[in-house]
């Protein structure tokens, strides 16, 4: 299993590079940006779903090891990233599990792996819902989650994230600005591991992209919706093991929104538990320590027989 063992990452492409690398699709008469790499062995596909506020540019620390083994689908969700930003939506995570299923039938994809990060995960959390209850075309293979909301209860927001998801949000929209994006992204990543002046800038961008940081507090529904979804997107962690499907979470300890009580949380519910746990990493682990993601994940796969050969 030595080519299995994380390489030393290359040089990964700058934000510029990404977005010349992708393409584009339309969903619901939107422009939605998308990433893609690899072909894949016996055809299997890894559908890559990022977080809240950024984008697919997340997963670039991790893309080419990834690469090697899977068909790397990865899209800038809805209101996210190079993907079109309407002002007046009303975002949905059923909507954007809709954006991933159509994306992938357009590839002609019916089986995914599933990779997923903290908006993302509460997106996986309805695909996978939607293949167990059979309403969904996708057949998932796996699912492994980073840091995230899995579990509203245990969700810690940051003070920013409730204003702005309160009736403070369109003004607090309005008067959002690099700094102090950069100061409460900042704060989410472990002491050790903060993102550079130019990676806080390249976030920025991404934010800002089409006046995408004039609708934070539209994107920020998905904190209600968890709480008035709860019973189907934890029924789906739970339910999984028992149709088939593994699941992992992988979790950095010191993420202050969905760290280590996430985790106590995810061990407490999900029958039969398999998770990791990253010292000294925050909410980011696929930008923190992408070497101990890449382990994780290839564990995950190899403990399921999922690795082919």
């Given at each position: ?75 800038d969700m809805l209101g996210f990233g190079f993907s079109a930003k309407p002002k007046d939506h009303d975002y949905r995570i059923a ?215």
């Open positions: 299993m030595a080519a299995m063992l994380s390489r030393e990452p290359e040089r990964t492409m700058t934000l510029d590079e990404w977005r010349a690398a992708g393409g584009q699709f339309r969903f619901d008469g939107r422009r939605v940006f998308c990433a893609g790499e690899g072909q894949g062995r016996a055809g299997e596909a890894l559908l890559l779903i990022h977080g809240f506020p950024t984008a697919s540019f997340d997963w670039r620390l991790v893309w080419s090891e990834l690469a090697d083994r899977f068909r790397l689908v990865a899209p909507e954007q599990a809709d954006l991933h299923e159509t994306l992938c039938d357009l590839l002609a994809i019916d089986r995914v792996h599933v990779l997923a990060h903290d908006y993302g995960d509460t997106v996986a959390q309805e695909l996978l819902a939607r293949a167990l209850d059979g309403t969904g075309p996708l057949k998932i293979q796996s699912v492994c989650f980073l840091n995230g909301g899995l579990f509203p209860e245990a969700h810690r927001a940051l003070r920013i994230q409730k204003w702005m998801a309160g009736p403070l949000g369109p003004l607090l929209s309005r008067l959002a600005h690099e700094r102090i994006f950069s100061t409460s992204f900042s704060a989410v990543f472990g002491p050790q591991t903060r993102p550079s002046r130019e990676a806080l800038h390249d976030c920025w961008r991404l934010v800002s992209q089409e006046g995408g940081h004039r609708i934070g507090h539209r994107l920020l529904a998905y904190l209600r919706e968890r709480v008035q979804e709860r019973e189907r997107w934890v029924g789906a962690l739970e339910q999984a093991a028992a149709h088939g499907i593994p699941i992992r979470f992988v979790n950095g300890l010191l993420d202050p929104v969905s760290g280590a009580p996430m985790l106590t949380r995810y061990r407490a519910v999900v029958p039969d538990a398999d998770w990791i746990a990253l010292e000294g990493i925050g909410h980011y682990p696929q930008l923190e320590d992408p070497a101990g993601v890449l382990r994780a994940y290839w564990g995950f796969l190899g403990r399921h027989d999922l690795l082919s050969e």
